[in-house]
């Protein structure tokens, strides 16, 4: 299958994830990287051996197929929509949108173009949520009745150059960790129809000790505790605490309780990890290691090595445009997590339960052969 043509516009972060990201795919070429900062993208450029150019000129370039969206929350549907106003198609970091009438417009313009959209988190395409969703499939915990996410640390404002973003409207651990769980747990689970929750502002506002910003203090707009409860179509009740309040906690990232056993997931906002399996009356034990390519520890961490294939979902939408299939990372899924997620946060504020609108299918599984075929060769452990 021949490479599609990438241009990105945001040279922030997680740029250098998906620079590095799409050279280990056959199926990708980044060809031009864009940002409001001139500055931001020439570094990149140079960095990365691409070019840098203006938004409007990258937009304008015939080559470029799809444009990568990794702007701050808040101008993700704006930049979007330009995107998809320009006749390209748009692969965009999460969240999708941060208010479910802001997806509206991108919606519709990518409908009216004949254009598609994908969006982040690609990570339940890592080995280890496959053997999850692999583990459930097969019926290993039986019917899945129960399950329990956390994310808890206390926050951003100590590690990324830029943290005034996270506390903003469209930040929160919510918007901004939630898309990880929530869309690992539909790929298991399927659907949301209803939630719950509690939502809390703990500090009004954080102080910044990250270089450049660190002694500036940032006033905090979103909730920053927030402790919910899924309801699955499928009937799985699943509670989610999601917090940047919290120093030191011995909470575990995801756990699925079925009829038949449990299921220990990995973080997913990784790739990699250990999943465990519980039968009745027994331990814990590991599944099976299997040679899914996207478990193979590729990066240094500051928590040991870690397998980091961010961009694959960017090049499952590449050849599902090619191939005119189903997108992993679709815009329906990306959609539904948008739902929950400003669901919980509107339940927080009303204190009621709240009907999910939205449904979305789950992802067709990535198996070993279909991973390996979105990647340039085997990776090897970095
Ligand atoms: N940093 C991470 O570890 C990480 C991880 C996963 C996902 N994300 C997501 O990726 C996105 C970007 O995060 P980041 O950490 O790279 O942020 P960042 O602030 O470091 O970078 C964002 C870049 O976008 C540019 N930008 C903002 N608005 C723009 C516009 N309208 N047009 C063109 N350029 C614009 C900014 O100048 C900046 O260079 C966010 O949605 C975030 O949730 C970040």
């Not at 620079?19 to 199926?27: E, H, K, N, Y």
């Not at 748009?90 to 802001?102: D, I, M, Q």
């Not at 056993?261 to 039968?279: I, M, T, W």
Request: charged share 20%.
């Amino acid at each position: 299958m021949r490479p599609t043509t990438i241009g990105i516009i945001g040279c922030g972060n997680i740029s250098d994830a998906y620079l590095r990201g799409a050279g280990r795919s056959r199926l990708v070429r980044v060809k031009s990287v864009a940002d409001i900062r001139a500055d931001a993208a020439e570094a990149k450029a140079r960095e990365h051996g691409v070019a840098a150019m203006a938004v409007d000129a990258l937009l304008a370039d015939p080559d470029i197929e799809i444009v990568v969206n990794l702007t701050v929350p808040a101008a993700h549907a704006p930049v979007s929509l330009h995107i998809i106003e320009a006749g390209k198609h748009v692969y965009l970091e999460k969240p999708l949108a941060t208010r479910f009438a802001e997806a509206k417009p991108v919606i519709e313009a990518a409908a009216a173009r004949g254009l598609r959209v994908g969006c982040a988190p690609d990570t339940f395409l890592g080995a280890a949520h496959q053997a999850s969703r692999y583990a459930i499939d097969e019926g290993r915990i039986g019917v899945p009745v129960a399950g329990a996410a956390a994310v808890l640390s206390h926050g951003m404002e100590h590690w990324h150059p830029n943290p005034a973003f996270f506390y903003q409207h469209g930040g929160g651990p919510i918007h901004d960790l939630g898309p990880y769980y929530v869309t690992q747990l539909v790929n298991l689970l399927g659907p949301v129809s209803r939630v719950a929750a509690e939502a809390t502002t703990s500090f009004r506002t954080r102080a910044i000790t990250s270089a450049p910003l660190a002694g500036g203090t940032i006033t905090v707009e979103v909730p920053t505790t927030v402790n919910g409860t899924l309801t699955f179509a499928n009937g799985a009740n699943v509670t989610l605490s999601h917090s940047w309040d919290v120093w030191k906690h011995r909470r575990v990232p995801l756990e699925i309780y079925g009829s038949e056993g449990s299921l220990l997931v990995p973080d997913p906002n990784f790739f990699g990890g250990e999943v465990k399996l519980a039968r009745p009356g027994k331990k814990a034990r590991p599944v099976k290691a299997w040679a899914h390519p996207f478990g193979i520890e590729n990066q240094k961490h500051p928590a040991g090595m870690m397998a980091n294939y961010r961009t694959a979902g960017l090049a499952d939408m590449a050849a599902a445009i090619l191939e005119g299939r189903d997108i992993r990372c679709s815009l329906e899924r990306a959609l539904h997590g948008v739902d929950v997620m400003v669901s919980i946060l509107r339940s927080g504020a009303e204190k009621k339960f709240i009907d999910i609108k939205t449904r979305c299918t789950r992802a067709e599984a990535l198996g070993i052969r279909d991973a390996k075929s979105l990647l340039k060769k085997q990776p090897v452990p970095a």
